[in-house]
């Protein structure tokens, strides 16, 4: 599929420290705008999975400014947590997305599968879809993953979410520990987005 260079395009999120990561991981000549500028609020997610939710958001915003919107949903599957959050990631943050009570609930619902987890490796993945959608555009979609592990406990200010507990499959340190050139050459985000670069 052949599509004209996107110069304008809308970030669909209300996430900052995710318009900040897409805005980075985008060429330069792209004139990026967010909810911020518009103060639009989020839609509702009810899609089943990552895939879903991304388009949903996409459509919405697209809908609603008129513009290409890129949009991401993302999050943590826990396999002794039968893969949640997954979907519900940022939800388990409450109403006001704290991810210091999500990282929180992580721990606790870890606690009652399993009192020696920290003694152990909880294998972990993070999980990314992009949907790019927009007037008189084909919805273009990438998914990227990144396997890993939880740390037993949180480490590092960098990044945002569930990134201090996450450690990425052969590195030693979370996410959270990571300078964001670092991280963007192996996280979930970055793969989705290098999957997706050629329609940009």
Known sequence: MKIKKIKDLFIGSNNHGKVREIKQLL????????TIDYKLRSPK???????????IKSKYFSKKTGKICLADDSGLEIDVLNKKPGIFSARWGGKKNNFNLAIKKVFKELDKVDKNWRKKKIKARF??????????????YSIGIVEGRISNKKIGNNGFGYDPIFIPKGKKVTFGQ???KNKFKIDHRAKAFRKIRKFL
């Open 178 to 180: 990571m300078k964001f």
């Open 127 to 140: 999980v990314c879809a992009l949907t790019i959608y927009g007037p008189n555009l084909k919805r273009v």
């Open 45 to 55: 997610e009810n899609g089943k999975t990552f895939l879903q939710n991304s388009y």
């Open 27 to 34: 060429p330069k000549y792209i004139n990026v705008h967010s």
